[in-house]
């Protein structure tokens, strides 16, 4: 672990940054089940994945591409936590899309965050010609598309790692495999075991690495940065997964996983992993948790009492923005 | 003022514009050392390097989906797609990626892109190298789809696409590139998108057009002048947006109207212009509204005959004006 | 205070569901928050958060019921008056479609001949009081084409009478027949002198015109302003004003302008006279009397109390460049409440202009002129403009047409050198 980069400091706040999104995430549900948000997608499971890439980038000037399921890496990319309870309840103010997308469609030009459709894969074309204007523009920035195992089997994610191949973009393929595309596991996807092995077939690094790891995942996503940033091209790294939780507030996951199977999981929950770590090392101990998990709940108290109380958008807005001109 | 091909004065905008903005980017399938299919940039790729004239791998998709996030990273890209025929695998990132970006962030985002694509028959391409797209795309808001029927038109109208700050598909029609020659300006110029143009005035019927049935309709107007007939030719120029005043005071002008296109009859763009017309002008109309339009079978047939069969003819587009003109 | 928990929606197209479990009980103390009862439908199986702290009072629903999204299910007391955060409204307005109406019906056929006509063969005899069954056809199978009604219209009035009906209502500028109202005494007609057959909008004109002067009995007012404030504006700004806004700043947006406040002082002059009644006018709408090569045309400026000066100028420059190209439609011509007319571009400096009928009164604002004026005991160059009103008496007093005309003035007077445009 050595070298990497990571003071004690920053894996504290990669903790904070894990802890918060749980929080989040849990506020969503229980604003789901009061009627109040239509529907929730979570990153629960997949926080370690999310933040330890965050922290490898270059935030706020390297682009990155999410998909609906990646609330804590837009919370470690610098969106407020008010910010995504304003997306959630689809209000006026919401810096996302002012109320006009779902929740977790992601996107934030200051940031950096790309704006996202729902049709999955399609920001991974996006990422790569982000890539392909630096790359002319020689603007330093890495861009990375974030994804789903599901989507890999669409025709996007195959041409967009064969374009930056071939024309040696920086940018990262990074692939979030919690082995179910909602209900559809992981070997009805693929007939390999792991997506890193697509990366072969394109001329490019395929790196697997444990996604409930979030020093781990730093470390091989630090290294595709560094990669990319000395014009070798592209990488793609597979982090292996799980989601805790249903694929959203709408499905009922006892159909297609059994309760041990995600018990099983859940051993290996990278919130307590990383905590008991962090504790072992002597970065946290009983008095900077209290504090942390207070402020926590003060901040998504404050956000949820925020969002709840801002104005809706008005109806009169409804054509704004179709063209420029 | 030199006279140019169509053709050629695409290719001396694209050069002239990539002179003027180092963020423009032209890609796409051989548009490099072969300068395309067409020759439409040819040359370019000596005058202005791999890095701003690039040849892509072959996926559509890919061209428009890159496409779209170069732009929002600074560059102006101008992708081609070969022939319009081949734009379907890439129409999701089109139509629900470049087209709804700027509406679905808030006004966060927006894609400054020009999708160059050929389109349209006569040119024996059959089924796949045939068709006219614009219809799939003009119904969707948030794009704009500009199509020119002239080489001065196509000068100023691909300059204002390219300075555009959403996406634009411009369509070259396959059959004008060398057929159609014309005076053009060497200095830059914009025609505003969304503004349609009166070709020839006229006071009996109005043809309404766009693309290479321009020349045909002033062809067909020029034949029936000499019957006495006076026709005017209104070129749309741009069919999203629609220039609805234009349409509506030629309509009122002469009462009558016939809307000429190489795209299918049905859901084409002249059932747009007949219900705008039909909403704006009931009590000036002094006829039906007509559509002389290609008709509804899947796509441009390769034999000769058939093909024939297929287009609207300036001779066709004459039969059709007389008959509305006697009624 | 108690707080009603209602069966929430759970999912998108969830539409009810069923309580599967109470997990509190009534009396039972519950934080927000925390779980309150299960709920079954059939995309999900949740346990639902109570939406306040409080202590449950009433369950309204028992186990393994099934109610829509909405229904009361349970009361919570609440103590003390910190209730739940309001909720914001969701004013769910409906997406209005946008564009006129279209609902014309099926097309027809080309090959119509005689007897039936296009909509605008209907138009124009029904406008001209021409009836198309007596213009001879030139159209396939003898149809009268519009080509055919336009000239039976210049080449002479119609032997038969006009039909009976009148125009519709909403189409105002349509004329009546063309009958009694031009009648007069017979002109002598010399050796040498041209006939000139009326066209379609003089007719239009002389039937107003005729019509306002014998059924309203107007009365005539005119007061002079000193504009020398607003002259030197419009001397200051004027050239900054073309290039900034694209329009030239002429007087007429500042005169409209002081009219709006005049009709907002004096309600009586914006207003019809309706046979038995006299209709008091809501929206100020202002017609403006335009000269055209083919004769006079009153636009309207709608609302014209919403806009500021650059505002109007843009609708004067607007409505009036479109009378001169011939491009207004019906709209522009209908709906004024009150007619402004800008006399003093022809030069003159005192008129009697006839009202606009059914609107009660037209205002003159007469050229601009120099003129040595006593100001105290001094004399001083001002520039001075006379405002001439017409009045409908039956609707409007003097007095009130008087004040009228003094508010207006007065607001003239005001505008300094430095006034704002905005």
């Not at chain 1, 940031?111 to 630096?134: C, K, P």
């Not at chain 1, 690495?209 to 793609?236: C, F, H, I, Q």
């Not at chain 3, 296009?118 to 084409?145: D, F, M, Q």
Request: charged letters at 25%; proline letters at 6%.
């Amino acid at each position: 672990m050595a070298d990497n980069g990571l003071t004690p400091e920053l894996m504290k706040e990669m903790y904070y940054y894990m802890v918060l999104s749980r929080a989040v995430d849990d506020r969503m549900w229980i604003l789901n089940r009061q009627g109040k948000a239509p529907v929730v997608y979570s990153s629960n499971g997949h926080e370690a994945a999310q933040v330890g890439s965050a922290f490898a980038l270059n935030r706020g000037e390297d682009w990155i591409c999410p998909y609906y399921r990646d609330l804590a890496l837009v919370l470690a990319y610098g969106m407020s936590v008010r910010d995504v309870m304003l997306h959630l309840l689809g209000r006026a103010q919401d810096p996302n899309s002012g109320g006009r997308q779902m929740p977790a469609h992601w996107g934030h030009r200051q940031l950096h965050i790309l704006t996202g459709g729902s049709v999955v894969a399609t920001q991974d074309v996006h990422a790569t010609g982000l890539a392909l204007a630096s790359k002319v523009l020689k603007d330093g920035r890495v861009s990375v598309a974030y994804f789903g195992e599901g989507s890999t089997s669409q025709g996007e994610f195959h041409e967009a790692l064969n374009f930056a191949a071939v024309h040696k973009l920086p940018v990262i393929f990074f692939n979030e495999n919690n082995g179910y595309a909602i209900s559809v596991p992981a070997r009805k996807q693929m007939a390999v075991m792991d997506v890193a092995a697509r990366a072969a077939g394109y001329g490019m690094p395929g790196v697997i690495v444990d996604g409930n790891d979030p020093l781990k995942v730093y470390e091989v996503t630090r290294e595709a940065a560094e990669r990319a940033r000395s014009g070798d091209g592209p990488t793609l790294i597979e982090a292996k997964t799980y989601r805790f939780v249903p694929h959203s507030s709408d499905d009922d996951d006892r159909a297609y996983r059994s309760r041990e199977e995600v018990q099983e999981w859940k051993k290996r929950d990278p919130l307590v992993m990383f905590e008991q770590r962090l504790t072992e090392d002597g970065i946290l101990n009983d008095d900077n948790l209290t504090a942390m998990r207070q402020q926590i709940k003060d901040l998504v108290n404050d956000a949820t009492d925020f969002a709840e109380q801002a104005p809706l958008p008005d109806p009169g807005t409804l054509y704004a923005e179709v063209y420029g001109s | 003022m030199a006279v140019m091909s169509y053709l050629e004065a695409i290719r001396e905008t694209l050069r002239q514009e990539l002179r003027r903005d180092p963020r423009i980017m032209i890609y796409g399938e051989d548009v490099g050392v072969r300068g395309g299919v067409f020759r439409v940039t040819e040359g370019l790729q000596a005058e202005f390097g791999e890095d701003r004239v690039m040849d892509s791998p072959l996926a559509e998709a890919a061209i428009i989906g890159t496409a779209i996030g170069a732009a929002v990273n600074g560059l102006r890209p101008v992708p081609e797609i070969q022939f319009a025929d081949f734009i379907f695998p890439a129409a999701n990132q089109i139509i629900q990626e470049a087209a709804r970006i700027r509406y679905r962030s808030n006004g966060d985002f927006h894609v400054p892109l020009v999708i160059r694509a050929p389109f349209g028959g006569g040119v024996h391409g059959a089924l796949y190298h045939s068709q006219s797209v614009e219809a799939f795309f003009a119904h969707v808001p948030g794009l704009k789809v500009v199509i020119p029927g002239t080489p001065y038109d196509a000068k100023g109208l691909l300059a204002a696409a390219i300075q555009d700050d959403d996406p634009v598909l411009y369509l070259e029609h396959k059959a004008a590139y060398r057929s159609l020659k014309g005076e053009v300006p060497s200095e830059r110029y914009v025609i505003p998108l969304g503004k349609a143009d009166v070709k020839r005035e006229g006071t009996d019927v109005s043809l309404i057009t766009y693309g290479l049935m321009v020349s045909y309709s002033l062809k067909a107007a020029e034949a029936l002048a000499k019957e006495g007939v006076s026709v005017e030719v209104v070129d749309l120029r741009s069919i999203r947006p629609l220039d609805v005043e234009a349409i509506v005071a030629t309509a009122r002008k002469t009462g009558k109207v016939l809307i000429v296109h190489e795209d299918n009859l049905t859901g084409g763009v002249g059932g747009e212009v007949s219900a705008l017309i039909a909403e704006h002008a009931l009590f000036d109309l002094d006829a039906p509204i007509m559509r002389l339009a290609g008709p509804d079978v899947p796509a441009m047939p390769y034999s000769p005959p058939l093909e024939h069969a297929f287009m609207v003819t300036p001779e066709k587009i004459q039969q059709a004006a007389l008959k509305l003109a006697r009624f | 205070m108690i707080d009603v928990v209602k069966m929430p929606q759970l999912g998108e197209s969830v539409t009810e569901g069923t309580i599967g479990k109470w997990l509190k009980q009534v009396g039972d103390p519950v934080e927000k928050y925390e779980s309150l009862l299960e709920v079954m439908t059939d995309k999900v199986n949740a346990e639902v958060p109570a939406p306040v702290s409080g202590v449950v009072a009433k369950i309204l629903v028992p186990e393994g019921t099934t109610v829509d999204i909405g229904v009361a299910i349970c009361e919570i007391a609440v103590e003390g008056a910190e209730g739940a955060a309001a909720p914001a409204g969701s004013p769910a307005a409906e997406a209005v479609a946008v564009g006129p109406a279209a609902d014309a019906g099926g097309g027809a056929g080309l090959a119509e001949g005689r007897g039936r006509y296009s909509p605008a063969v209907r138009r124009l005899a029904e406008e001209h009081g021409i009836n198309p069954a007596e213009v001879a056809g030139t159209g396939a199978g003898g149809r009268v084409t519009r080509q055919d009604i336009l000239q039976a219209i210049d080449s002479a009035v119609p032997a038969s009478p006009p039909p009976p009906a009148a125009a519709p209502a909403e189409r105002a500028p349509a004329a009546t027949g063309p009958a009694a109202v031009l009648a007069g005494a017979p002109a002598v007609i010399d050796e040498g002198d041209t006939v000139e057959p009326l066209g379609a909008v003089r007719k239009v004109i002389a039937e107003r015109m005729v019509r306002s002067k014998q059924t309203v009995p107007h009365a005539w007012l005119m007061v002079e302003a000193d504009v020398t404030g607003l002259a030197g504006l419009r001397e200051r700004i004027k050239d900054e004003f073309k290039q900034r806004e694209g329009v030239s700043l002429t007087y007429l947006p500042f005169m409209l302008r002081a009219v709006v406040e005049g009709l907002r002082a004096v309600p009586a002059l914006n207003a019809q006279w309706n046979g038995d009644s006299i209709v008091a006018k809501k929206r100020i709408s202002l017609g403006i009397a335009a000269a055209t090569e083919r004769g006079l045309v009153v636009p309207v400026i709608k609302d014209a109390d919403q806009k500021n000066i650059v505002g109007l100028a843009k609708s004067v420059r607007d409505v009036v460049q479109r009378a001169r190209t011939g491009r207004l439609t019906l709209e522009d011509l209908t709906g004024g409440t009150f007619t402004v007319d800008n006399t003093g571009a022809v030069g003159t400096v005192l008129t009697y202009p006839i009202i606009n009928a059914p609107e009660v009164a037209i205002v003159t604002l007469e050229s601009i002129v120099r003129r040595p004026v006593v100001i105290g005991d001094m004399i001083g160059i001002r520039s001075m403009v006379n405002l001439c009103l017409s009045f409908d008496h039956r609707v409007v007093d003097g007095a009130e047409a008087g004040q009228f005309l003094q508010v207006v003035k007065k607001h003239l007077e005001g505008i300094g050198p430095d006034a704002s445009v905005y």
